[in-house]
């Protein structure tokens, strides 16, 4: 039977301490990891700056920009361009 209960005799036996993940470690290969490690948080500090300021420009320059006078523009060009083809030049 598969789901017979089990005599308390057959408990898993403790498992060892769990060690840290750089224990094992030599100290080149601690300092090898300590300086990839700092120079992925510098990249990752320096993407993060760059992305706030092209999301600045961006709020600023959509701030800035005067959507309807682009389209008082265009309706001008295309009113221009139609009085000159009426008027034959």
Known sequence: ??????SS???RPRSAPSKSFAEGFTAEQRARFTDVAN???QRREKRLATDKRWKQAQDNSANKAPIVKAKQQVK?????????MLSGQ
């Open 39 to 41: 120079r992925a948080e």
């Open 9 to 11: 005799g057959s408990r």
């Open 76 to 84: 001008a060009g295309l009113f221009s361009r139609l009085a000159r």
């Open 1 to 6: 039977m598969c789901s017979s209960p089990k």
